[in-house]
T-cell receptor, first 115, second 109 residues
């Protein structure tokens, strides 16, 4: 079954404790991205990757890091989480460059709470 | 910065009513997608429109892309409780999608 898998689904942690949210897709998609979803703000892109070893900042990259060492995986790293990073996070993937006409396939989300 | 504003932000209606959701921007997009998101899940693509003025129908849902490719609308005829969810529009350009602010629809039996 074609899918995007995120882990963990839920995480409560404390300020400053490094964490990683994993994302894996089995559709051989070139494009992967991370979004955060906050009430009234829709989905905002954090980082994206057009292919292996190619990553770029989205609209809200501050406080986040990513890597793309393999095509299927695109982890999101919070080196020193802060309460304003409490949010619902989604990983997505698609063929091609991720923009024009390409449907995004989303994971089921990771709800992160930073105390 | 490109922005997509959706209206209304919230909509509560009775089963059988019709409704329209709007997605507006001052920017031109190469394509416009609509997604529906249910609680505990990621958004799922409903439709992509790519030509100015294009109209697409998906059962009781009708999607239209504005002539100038800056806006779009989603019309639902005879809404059902199963239509309940968060509807998101997303404008596409060469390397990214810009998502709208979302419309949360609740359809009561």
């Amino acid at each position: 079954e074609a899918q995007v898998t995120q882990n963990p689904r839920y995480l409560i942690t404390v300020t400053g404790k490094k964490l990683t949210v994993t994302c894996s897709q089995n559709m051989n998609h070139e494009y992967m991205s991370w979004y955060r979803q906050d009430p009234g703000l829709g989905l905002r892109q954090i980082y994206y990757s057009m292919n292996v070893e190619v990553t770029d900042k989205g609209d809200v990259p501050e406080g986040y890091k990513v890597s793309r060492k393999e095509k299927r995986n695109f982890p999101l790293i919070l080196e020193s989480p802060s309460p304003n990073q409490t949010s619902l996070y989604f990983c997505a993937s698609s063929f091609g460059t991720g923009g024009l006409n390409q449907p995004q396939h989303f994971g089921d989300g990771t709800r992160l709470s930073i105390l | 910065t490109q922005l997509l504003e959706q209206s209304p932000q919230f909509l509560s209606i009775q089963e059988g009513e019709n409704l329209t959701v709007y997605c507006n921007s001052s920017s031109v997009f190469s394509s416009l997608q609509w997604y529906r998101q249910e609680p505990g899940e990621g958004p799922v693509l409903l439709v992509t429109v790519v030509t100015g003025g294009e109209v697409k129908k998906l059962k009781r849902l009708t999607f239209q892309f504005g002539d100038a490719r800056k806006d779009s609308s989603l019309h639902i005829t005879a809404a059902q409780p199963g239509d309940t969810g968060l509807y998101l529009c997303a404008g596409g350009n060469t390397d990214k999608l810009i998502f709208g602010t979302g419309t949360r629809l609740q359809v009561f039996p």
